[in-house]
């Protein structure tokens, strides 16, 4: 049984261009959340997906979008990159129906330069 | 709204000793849900243990185990016969019983094991 999923691990790109991260949810999970870790922090939530609608989303501009399929795995975009936007992307995956199990993935680490 | 505070920037424990990592959470509600993740090098998130806030008793999970002092809000990790796998970031994190939900996470603490 494959955990959640992330891609691509590592990638770097340049202040002012777009990115798109994937994550695939543990298999059975219907709900997908984005976090976002800066170096020496803990992760912030970004926002969660349900049903393909995004269902609560955190304190993040809207250069932060998301998406997720009908298989339940979901991607990240972020666009107009900046420097600070440099981070740790987790993704991690749950039940809706359970709120006490959730699971995460290995990240996507993002530089900008 | 509801905060997580870990006061522990870094610990050091003695392999096979013990060690209690602390952390204090600030909420209004009755219907929660509480969490120890641990994060390696590698960076990958994973759950040692959680504890549902209307259980009354503290959750165990092999050699971890918490004391969850709910009228406190504290909610505090222990770690026995401590190994050098444990050295890792350890949050606690924090999430509201409703279906879906975020998880609110501490600052960390850092653990380091010393054979």
């Known amino acids: 049984d494959a955990g959640v999923t992330q891609s691509p691990t590592h990638l770097i790109k340049t202040r002012g261009q777009q990115v798109t991260l994937r994550c695939s949810p543990k298999?059975?999970?219907?709900?997908v959340s984005w976090y976002q870790q800066a170096l020496g922090q803990g992760p912030q939530f970004i926002f969660q997906?349900?049903?393909?609608?995004?269902?609560q989303r955190g304190n993040f501009p809207d250069r932060f979008s998301g998406h997720q399929f009908p298989n339940y795995s979901s991607e990240l975009n972020v666009n107009a990159l900046l420097l600070g936007d440099s981070a740790l992307y987790l993704c991690a995956s749950s039940i809706r129906a359970l709120g006490n199990t959730i699971y995460f993935g290995e990240g996507s680490w993002l530089t900008v330069v | 709204a509801q905060t997580v505070t870990q006061s522990q920037p870094e610990m050091s424990v003695q392999e096979a000793e013990t060690v209690t990592l602390s952390c204090t959470y600030d909420?209004?509600?009755?219907?929660?849900?509480l969490f120890w993740y641990k994060q390696p090098p590698s960076r990958q998130m994973i759950l040692v243990i959680r504890q549902e806030a209307y259980k009354q008793q503290n959750a165990t999970e092999n050699r971890f185990s918490v004391n969850f002092q709910k009228a406190a809000k504290s909610f505090s990790l222990k770690i026995s016969d401590s190994q050098l796998g444990d050295a890792a970031m350890y949050f606690c994190?924090?999430?509201?019983?409703?279906?879906?939900?975020?998880?609110?996470f501490g600052q960390g603490t850092e653990l380091s094991v010393k054979p």
């Open positions: 909420t209004s509600e009755s219907d929660y849900y």
């Open positions: 298999s059975g999970h219907d709900t």
């Open positions: 994190a924090y999430k509201r019983g409703n279906q879906g939900g975020k998880l609110i």
């Open positions: 997906y349900y049903e393909e609608e995004e269902r």
